[in-house]
Every structure is written in C-alpha cells, then in structure tokens.
C-alpha cells in the first residue's frame, strides 16, 4: 500500500479505516457508498458483486466495489447476518458548500446485535447483544439488550458453568467480552460472534457504575436492583460502552434496567430446551418439528416475542399463571371475541420497535405510516373489548391502563398524506392543510404552469394584448413576447424589457420575476419545508415513548393470551388443574408436535401418574416404540401449563415444577473432542447436582453410551439415587437394561411401565400405549429387520440371542459370552476356549482368568449368578 500514490480523499479513508479496523467501511461518494482495498475484496466475495479498482491504470491499482446509497439495505442485510460490522462513513456537509475535500465522518456502526430496522430482524425473535464477565472473587455477570426494543436484563451467579449455560440460552447474537476470558471448549462455535474489549475500558466497575446512572437517569445502582451485583453491573456498563461507541447517540430510549428474577420461572437450562425441541430440532432446523411452530399463533411481533420469552421462562408460582390461564379460557371458550381480537391485531404493527426507529432517528415515512394505521386499531378493540361479560381480572386491569393515543394519533392523521415515499428527500410526506407555508410550496410546484397562465390572462386583460405571449429560455427565464405587428405603440409601462429580436419584443414584470423565483426554488424548498416538518413530527411523536411502550406491552399480553387460547382451540388441548403439591396425573395426553405432524386420528394418547407411591418410572420396551415420545410430551405438558396454555391432554392435575431436567438422546462433539457417552454423562451430572425436590427429570437410555456392564452400573446407580433423595423426584426413566425393573421391589416410590408390543403372526406391532409393568423382552432383533437389515444378518442375530439366552442366565458379560459360546457358522468347536478343550472345569477357566481388581460389585454378582447355571449345566 505504500507504493501507491494517494489522493486527498483515499488519505481521508484510510484515516477512518485506522480508527475502525475491525470493520468493513462504507465511504460515501456523492450518489454512491464505495469501499476500498480488502474491504472491497471482502465485500465484493460476500454480496457476489463486481470487483473493480480505483486507479485501473496505476502499477498498484486500489481494489474498490461500490453500490448506490439508496440501495445499500439489502447489502448490509446480508453482511449482519454473516457476523460482519459496517462503519457508515457519510458526507457531513453539503458538496456545493465544501471548500475543497467534503467532509466526512462515521455516523453510525452497524453490528449484529445493534440492528433495528425491520430488514435485518426476525420480526417474533430478540435480537441481543450480550456482555459476559467472570470474576473469581465477585462472581460472574450476563447481561443483554436487544436494542431494537429497548429491552436489557441479566443475572449475576457465583457459578462459571451456570453463566454459559444462561449465554447458550439466550443466544445472543453478539457477544461481548474481556481480553483475558477464556471461552469453554464446548463453546468454540460462539468466536465469530465475539468482540474482545480491555477490562480497564468496557468492564470498569466505577466507570460501570458512573454510566449505569447516567444513561437511566437514577441517583444510586439500588433503584436498578445492582447494587449488590458487581459482575452484573461491570456487564451493564460494557453494554453502554459499546452502544454509545457504535451508535454515537443517547441511549434514553433503553427501558429501566430490571435484573431476571429466577425465583419467579421454571428453570429450563439449554440441554433441555434443546432436547424437548421447543424452538429447533434435534438437527438445528426451525419450524416444522419444534413446539414453536405448533404454538405460535399469535399475530403480532410484541405476543411473537412476549411468547418466545414465556417458552424461555415459564412461571413458577401459582399466582403468577393463574390470571394467564383464566383469560386464555376466557377467550377459548368466546369464538366470537377471540375471532374479533385476532382480527384487530392482524393490523397492529411492531409498535415496540417502529417507536425505537423514531426515537434514534432511524425511521422511514413508512414507519409513519405502519404506526398511524396500527394506533387507528386501538379504540375500536377497547370498545369490543368493554362490551364482553365477565371479563377475567387480568383482561380488566389491561383495559385499566389501556391509552387509545388517540391525540397522537390526530396528529399523524393531519399530517400523512395518505400514499407516502419510501424516504424522506423525495417530498410528499405531508397532506395538504397540515402547514400554510408547505401548502404554498404544493401549490407552487403542482400548480405552477396554471399560476403562469393565469398571470398571461390577467395581463392580455388587463393590457388589451390578445396576441400577447409567454415563453422561458434558459438564459432569461420566464417573459412575455410581444410580436411587432400586434403589439401596441407603447408597451404597458411596468413591462420591461429583456430582448428585442427583429419580429419581437420580450418583456418581463416584478409579478412575472417574483413568481418565477418562486417557481424555480419551489422543489428545493419544498423538500426543505417537508423534512423540518418531518424532525418536529418525529420528535413530537419520539416525546410520547413510555405510552407507546406500555400499549405495546398490554398488546403483546392479549395476543399472547389469544394465541394460546386460539391453539387450545385449534388442537383441542384442555384445561389443566394446577396445585402446589408433587403430584402429575395426565389423562389421555398427547405430544403436541407429533400430534402435529402426524394428525389426531393417528396418535395414541397415553395417561402418567407420579404420585407419593411412584415417583420414579422406569419404562422399558423396545426401540420405536415410544419412550421417548412418553417422556418428552410430560415435560411439554406441564412446561404448557406453567405459561398459563392450555394443555394437549383430556385431563391433567399438574404438581408444579421448579426445574424441568431432559436427557434425551445425545451425540459425539467430535469438535471437541467428547464422545457420545461423555455428553451423556455431562448432562447427567448437571442433572444429579441439581435436581431438587420440585423438579421434573427425563431421562433417556442412561449408560448406553459404554460397555453394557459399565453402563447397567451407572444406569442403576442414577436410578437409585433419584428414588432415594428427598423422598424421589420426580423421573421418568426410560431404559433398555432390563435389570434395573427389580428395583421396583427393592425402592419405594419406584414402579415399572412399558410400551406395549403385540406379535401377530411372526411380527411386531406398536401399541404406543404404556402400560404398568416391565418389558417382556426388548424385541431389537424384530425392529431390525422392520428397518430392512437383511434376512441373513437377522437370522444370525436370532442364533446369537439364542445362544446367550442358553448360556448366560442372569445377564452375563456379553462379550465372554459370545467368546466363549458362540462362533461364526461351521466354526463353533474352533471357537472353545483351550482349557475346556484340554478337560477343565469352564467355572474354573473363567476364575483363573479373572481380574479381581477390576470387577465391581455387580459385575461379582452376576458372574456367581453364571457360574451357578454353568456348574448345574455340566
């Protein structure tokens, strides 16, 4: 770079570029934003765009691409949504003023947590921007702010595993943190959405503290609940810091920070939310397949996020979700009122964040428009509202504080001309009627060439010169010709002349020069008249934030209230009893999303009962047939309830939780180098440290992932110590080893169901139905050869089950087993061990091979247990 010559203005560029490296900047060039070097190398690969150069010509050409300024959305677009930032360089002064070089200046940083136009966002998902702090002594700090909305909260822990567990579940989108922090393997994936920052300049407890205060306009940390958080408050401030960085504005339109309360939800940690599917599947896919996509019904962007937050954060307490579920049944069982809400919330748009636009001064004429439509809603839906019977108090007291914002919605209705420009600059904004001044503009510019024919008409009158003319030149502009032969003697005195021709006289008037002026500055001062209007309309509207916010808040209730109510409806799922006791007893229950996907008339519903006398249910049965299913649509039934939903059951008398745990399958993470029994075994601890008494555990194949004798073990041990804690939390455990049903006999408050199989004629069939008791068998053999394993490999397998059901009563190590008893076709005799082929004992040949030190105590158990039916068998 060196080696070429720079202009003044690529020195200009190069010094923005010092100053944000770590983003690709858009340096504006009169009609068009430009970005140079590797920028452009780097955008010109991403957009799929043309590669050029600046100086073609030179030995050290400047790569550079380029698009126009009023199509620079979709660009940025897909830049946010590949990670990148973008430093918008604009031309702060007028060209036509400029005394050499225009200045220039980033006005704005786009980054992917700080976005708030509409192009950029998931319209029913937050958009966050996280702050991360670890502390050994103060503990650690989450904190995030979707911008776009205002919104920010946090918790402060004095665990590190607990404060990325809270970060994967709130996933936000851009992730700051300090430059010593170090990122947990299993979250490498999170390094291209990360910012480092130095600890003394963003994570600052007194500098923290200082612009906390600041930008929530209170007097201590106390009125904001931080006073006692440290960590907490050092994330707070890396967030202002950041926002005020990239911004370059105040941050007032930021609500009242509020620190989560995780006394008041049902804890959901990421592994179960991701097990239980309720907004991705298993594979990462959104939509079809996720609890979401059954649930959402709602029809606005405020219910859309107040819902995904619900899901996130279900309620805890009794008080809490009872008011949600008597309105939700309150709009089910109303067709009529449900059907009217839904309409009128149909044309509601995201007030939350059409405000937040108008107060950073990031808003269309559009927005404008979207919010005087959606405010021209709000009385007609608090009319219908008021006219039903026996509203529910939580509809009530939201009619209570409902505003109709009818002034400000006057004040746009005035001023909004009913077709409105996509920007600003264009004009025509406004109707007319709203400014005298702008009306005279109007006038001017679409009716111009009527007020200079009517001025021609007056003067032929008033001068008897029927044959007088009007014409315009570029150099004269406007006049009046009058021809030799029809003029007069003497033209009128106030004619004055411009220009004799040898057939004419061209004339002009005080009247004619002033409408002229007029005429040819009309546009540009239009324009002009039309966007002062525009700063004192947005700022007139931008005064009215905390009433836009508190109607969008009272919207989103309502439509999260109707959404649940019009799902209830649409799958017919029932009202659940909720109670503060541990019992869970589900009649006829469904899983929503399979349901769903597979239709009613095909899904066999399934009753549970958890209650002092079984707590912990061990479920067996063979692969396909629906464990998983049982287990997972219990946890999606009470996490429905405690959001207040109805629930997909004929009836439920529900215990509340205050964890739900889910252990449901699990894969490699080959990235980090963890096997699939690892995973499984990190999710079961988080589970054994955990639990409480409150709790729901789903657990799914325990131990499958090792050796069958390692895995039993571990499998029983769990088991064991869930029934005995606390007087047993509540699980349900389903299991291939079919060993564990004899606890049911030695533990109280343990009982035994399966799915149940009926065989027919040499085949299988899925009864998807659980009922008490343990499995006869695990059937494997049969669901392998329904997924198509060839005949010859599943007559083998029959031979081999056959031999180990002979040989190894009691469960034996299968590994001995198959040594020991069974060998390939034609080759069995070759297969025995040497001793027994020499005479000895086969009980004393497995003795004299035992390794003591590596057998456990079940492993000694079984193994005397094979002895026994070896020593009889000879």
Known sequence: MSTVKLTPMMEQYLRVKEEHPDTLVFFRMGDFFELFFEDAEVAARELQIALTSRNPGAENPVPMCGMPHHAIDEYLRQLLDKGYKVALCDQVEDPKQAKGLVRREVTRVLTPGTVVEDINLDAKGHNFLGALF????????????????????????????????????????????????????????????????????????????????????????????????????????????????????????????????????????????????????????????????????????????????????????????????????????????REGLRRALDKVYDLERLCTRIVVNRSTPKDFGALCASLAELPRMRRDLERLDSVPPLLARLLRDWDDLDDVHGLLSRALADSLPPVITEGGLFRQGYDRTLDELMELTDHGEAALTAMLERERAACALPKLKLGFTKVFGYYFELSRAAGAAEPPAHFIRRQTLVNAERYITEELKVLEDRLMSASDRRKAREYELFLALRDEVAGHRARFMSMARILAELDFAQGLAHAARKWEWRRPELHEGLEIAIRAGRHPVVEAVQGRSNYIPNDLTMGDDGRVLLI???????????????????????????????????????????RVGASDNLAMGQSTFMVEMTETARILRQAGKRSLVILDEIGRGTSTFDGLSLAWAVAEELARRQGGIRTLFATHYHELTVLEERLPGVRNYNIAIKEWKGDIVFLRRMVPGPADRS????????????????????????????????????????????????????????????????????????????????????????????????
């Open 134 to 337: 670890w502390d050994a002594e103060l503990g650690g700090g989450l904190a995030w702010v979707d911008f776009s909305t205002g919104a920010w909260s946090g918790l402060q822990t004095k665990s590190e595993a607990v404060l990325w567990q809270w970060l994967v579940k709130m996933n936000p989108r851009e992730l700051l943190l300090t430059d010593a922090q170090q990122l947990p393997k299993d979250l490498e994936q999170w390094r291209p959405r990360i910012s480092r920052f130095p600890e003394k300049s963003y994570f600052d407890g007194r500098g923290a503290e200082d612009k906390i205060v600041r930008a929530q306009g209170v007097a201590t940390l106390s009125s904001l609940d931080l006073d006692d958080k440290p960590a907490l408050t050092r994330c707070c401030g890396a967030l202002l810091t950041y926002l005020e960085l990239t911004q370059k504005r105040d941050l007032g339109h930021l609500a009242p920070f509020a620190p989560l309360d995780l006394s008041t939800t049902l804890l959901l940690d990421e592994v179960t939310e991701r097990n239980l599917e309720l907004f991705r599947t298993m594979d990462g896919g959104k939509g079809r397949g996720t609890l979401w996509n059954v649930l959402d019904q709602t029809q606005t962007p405020m219910g859309g996020r107040l819902l995904a937050t619900r899901l996130h954060q279900p309620f805890k307490d009794l008080s809490a979700i009872l008011p949600v579920q008597e309105l939700v049944a309150f709009l089910a069982d109303g067709d009529d009122a």
């Open 779 to 874: 059937y494997g053999i049969e669901v392998a050869r329904l997924a198509g394993v060839p005949a010859p490999v599943v007559a083998r397998a029959k031979e081999i089950l056959t031999a180990l059901e002979r040989h190894a009563p009691g469960g034996a190590k299968r590994r001995e087993v198959i040594s020991r008893q069974v060998g390939l076709p034609g080759l069995a005799k070759a297969a025995q061990p040497r001793e027994e082929a020499a005479g000895m004992h086969p009980v004393l040949a497995a003795l004299q091979s035992l390794n003591v030190n590596e057998l456990s105590p079940l492993d000694a158990l079984t193994l005397l247990h094979q002895w026994k039916a070896m020593a009889g068998n000879s």
């Open 620 to 662: 067996t049965g063979p692969n396909m047939a629906g464990k998983s299913t049982v287990l997972r649509q219990a946890a999606l039934i009470c996490i429905l309830a405690q959001m207040g939903s109805f629930v997909p059951a004929a009836s439920a008398r529900l215990g509340l939780c205050d964890r739900i745990f889910s």
